[in-house]
């Protein structure tokens, strides 16, 4: 484990794989960048004599991600995360747009279903599920199981222009309340 001075800035970030943890160390006198993700560490350069610039590496399935370091003033810097080109809270921002989650727990265990909304795709605790489509007299339904719980999620048009289609999940023949992430 890093000594917890070198440690400048951690982030989470949601994705349909996961919640996943970045970490960066910056040693500004010994020139030390590391970059770990979920505790493993991806990326380590040592004596790097030019404090300010940036590393780029990967999260979960394929997401670039950049750290941009910059003198603030001083001896002061400020680091910032991009995730597919977007700073963290633009990509935040459209990911609560483009996918919907839920928490719940399902046989002691605590569960995170993701859908994203573009593709219908259903992510489980980071793998994504078999589904299967149907449509119902008033949007569709996409079935899935997670262990021997049926679930699906429902689209149903809100009427609204604004708010578009909105998803519900049910499991067991109950809706599961969206988690704000």
Not at 36 to 63: A, C, Q, Y
Not at 114 to 123: A, G, Q, R, Y
Not at 138 to 158: I, L, M, P, R
Request: proline fraction near 1%; charged fraction near 25%; hydrophobic fraction near 40%.
């Amino acid at each position: 484990m890093a000594a917890m001075s070198d440690v400048v800035a951690v982030w989470e970030v949601a994705l349909s794989d996961g919640v996943h943890k970045v970490q960066f160390e910056h040693g500004t006198t010994t020139g030390k960048r590391v970059v770990t993700v979920d505790n493993k560490e991806l990326l380590r350069r040592n004596w790097m004599f030019k404090l300010v610039g940036k590393e780029s590496f990967t999260i979960g399935k394929g997401h670039k991600a950049v750290i941009f370091i910059e003198a603030v003033s001083g001896f002061a810097y400020q680091y910032t995360l991009d995730v597919d080109g977007k700073s963290l809270e633009k990509f935040i921002e459209n990911r609560s747009k483009t996918s919907k989650t839920w928490t719940l727990t399902l046989d002691g265990v605590d569960t995170r279903i993701v859908l994203e909304k573009d593709t219908m795709d259903i992510w489980c605790n980071g793998k994504q599920m078999e589904t299967a489509g149907e449509f119902v007299d008033d949007g569709t339904e996409t079935h899935f199981t997670v262990g021997n719980h049926g679930c699906y999620v429902k689209a149903v048009s809100s009427g609204k222009r604004k708010d578009g289609i909105v998803h519900s999940l049910i499991v067991d023949g109950s809706e599961i309340p969206e988690a704000v992430e």
